[in-house]
């Protein structure tokens, strides 16, 4: 599996999600809303910075709060939203988006607070 297989899948999964949520929730048609559309940018870029990198957890079972409060509220309204509907309309992605939830939980304290300090500088 190369480096960014990873983090591809999960900005294609977030992008998909986001698109679900912004259908249903805001009436919107070929195009995303300008709220939705700022919250797939926030969240490509918070993918492209995760230091986790491939090994990456879902970004709603993640440690490291990365997200800015208000676009932590809005990313699990999408999530919760679209998680089950994925199953259904893009079951691979909604599988490996399952697996890729198992993956590690547990960070290590240590880390976690160098990694807590690194996000301040
Ligand atoms: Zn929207």
Redesign the pocket.
Same mark, same amino acid.
């Given at each position: 599996m190369s480096l960014s297989v990873r983090i591809e899948r999960e900005k294609r999964t977030v992008g998909i999600m986001?698109a679900m949520? *912004?259908k249903h929730?805001?009436n919107?048609q070929q195009n995303? *809303?300008a709220? *939705?559309m700022e919250l797939t940018e926030f969240a490509n870029t918070r993918i492209d910075k995760c230091i986790f990198q491939e090994d990456k957890p879902v970004c709603s079972e993640c440690e490291v709060h990365c997200y800015r409060k208000d676009m932590r509220d809005k990313i699990k309204q999408v999530m919760r939203f679209a998680g089950p509907r994925m199953m259904y309309q893009h079951p691979i992605l909604g599988i490996r988006h399952l697996i890729d939830k198992r993956r590690f939980k547990y960070i290590d304290p240590k880390v976690y607070r160098s990694l807590k300090k690194q996000d301040n500088q």
């Open positions: 986001i949520y *912004c929730k805001h919107s995303l *809303c709220e *939705c």
